[in-house]
Structures are given as structure tokens and as C-alpha cells.
T-cell receptor, first 118, second 113 residues
């Protein structure tokens, strides 16, 4: 069981370029979540997706950020025209179920993708 | 605004001693709390959770205490080991969700040999 796989682990982009971060959920997990973590801060929720559907994007910035989870392949978090403030660690988590009664322990996190914008 | 915060950013303890990491929360409506461990370069790892209808919950070497009167949460780690070195986050749920959580800033636990 490979766990939640994220790539690239480290990504460097210049201002104005695009960043694409990929997340392959654990086998059998159909729910994917993206979070952003600034240095020495906790995680902030961005978006929750199921296959081909965005369920909750209340944490996503309105511009330049988008996410998808296609029928085949990994989930992708896309940041267009990156700015220095986008530098952060982006974590993906997956779960087999969701809902408060499932508890937070059903979420498994990947190791994160660290984006640096020069 | 509502927030979850931690009293100490860094905690150093002797190997073998018990560790206590504290967390204050301000949203009195929160009914679910979680502790996470994050080792350097890794994603967060669930440790233990507790619902507001409880004041104590024990796991393997860890105990979470919840004091709703003063809105305080603590994580106790018994017989601290080198592998416990990490940043520890408390988080509280918002809405009826297990993925939308308000995270504190974290406490770095350092184990002295």
C-alpha cells in the first residue's frame, strides 16, 4: 500500500509561471482534499473533490487556483501566474469515506509538495 | 475571529519524561478536536481525537484532555521517545465536517537525550 503519493516533492517557479501539483490517493480512496501550509503554521483547507466532481471549494482562492480529479489519473492542483505569496507546502489527503461521524482519522496525508516562487 | 492557538511554540523534554502540549480554542461551538503529529518533511499524522461529550481519551502512550469550561485542550505523551520529536498541532472542526478544520500554529517538541 503506497499511501498518498504527491509529486513533485519540490517545485521552483518564477513569478508568472504555472505550477501543477499532483496527488494520487490511496488505493480504494475516492475522496481527495487539498491543504496549504505556510511555514510554522497549521494547514488550511482548500478544496475537497471526488472523481470528476468538486464537492467543496470554499477554501480556494477565487482567482488563479483550480483543482480537478479526473475519472482516470491523479488529482491536480493548478496555480496559474504564481506569485511569491503562493510559496508554501501543499498537502493532499485522501479518505475512503467522509462526514463528521467518520472522524478525522480516516484522512491519510501525503508528504506534500513544496512550492517556491522566485 | 475564532481561532485555535498554542501556549508554547517549543517544548524540550528529557527522553523518558512525560510531555504535555497545550492548546487553547475560542470557538465554544466546536465539538470535535484532533491532535496531529508532523515530522520534518512529512505530512500530518493523526494521533488522537476527542468529542466534546468527553473530557478524556487515552490512546497508546497518549492522552488527550478537554476542558470545555476554559476551552483548553492538552496532549500528554508518556515516556517520551526520540521518535516523538515533531511539531504537534491541535485542530478543531467547523461545521459538520471531518476535513474542514481550524488548525493551531503548532508546538515543536524536542527530545533531549
Amino acid at each position: 500500500n503506497a499511501g498518498v503519493m504527491q509529486n513533485p516533492r519540490h517545485l521552483v517557479r518564477r513569478r508568472g509561471q504555472e505550477a501543477r501539483l499532483r496527488c494520487s490517493p490511496m488505493k480504494g480512496h475516492s475522496h481527495v482534499y487539498w491543504y496549504r501550509q505556510l511555514p510554522e503554521e497549521g494547514l488550511k483547507f482548500m478544496v475537497y473533490l471526488q472523481k470528476e466532481n468538486i464537492i467543496d471549494e470554499s477554501g480556494m482562492p477565487k482567482e488563479r487556483f483550480s483543482a480537478e480529479f479526473p475519472k482516470e489519473g491523479p488529482s491536480i492542483l493548478r496555480i496559474q501566474q504564481v506569485v511569491r505569496g503562493d510559496s508554501a507546502a501543499y498537502f493532499c489527503a485522501s479518505s475512503p469515506t467522509t462526514g463528521i461521524n467518520s472522524g478525522a482519522n480516516v484522512l491519510t496525508f501525503g508528504a506534500g509538495s513544496r512550492l517556491t516562487v522566485l | 475571529g475564532e481561532s485555535v492557538g498554542l501556549h508554547l511554540p517549543t517544548l524540550s523534554v528529557q527522553e523518558g519524561d512525560n510531555s504535555i502540549i497545550n492548546c487553547a480554542y475560542s470557538n465554544s461551538a466546536s465539538d470535535y478536536f484532533i491532535w496531529y503529529k508532523q515530522e520534518s518533511g512529512k505530512g500530518p499524522q493523526f494521533i488522537i481525537d476527542i468529542r466534546s461529550n468527553m473530557d478524556k481519551r487515552q490512546g497508546q502512550r497518549v492522552t488527550v484532555l478537554l476542558n470545555k469550561t476554559v476551552k483548553h485542550l492538552s496532549l500528554q505523551i508518556a515516556a517520551t521517545q526520540p521518535g516523538d520529536s515533531a511539531v504537534y498541532f491541535c485542530a478543531e472542526n467547523i461545521q459538520d465536517s471531518n476535513y474542514q478544520l481550524i488548525w493551531g500554529a503548532g508546538t515543536k517538541l524536542i527530545i533531549k537525550p
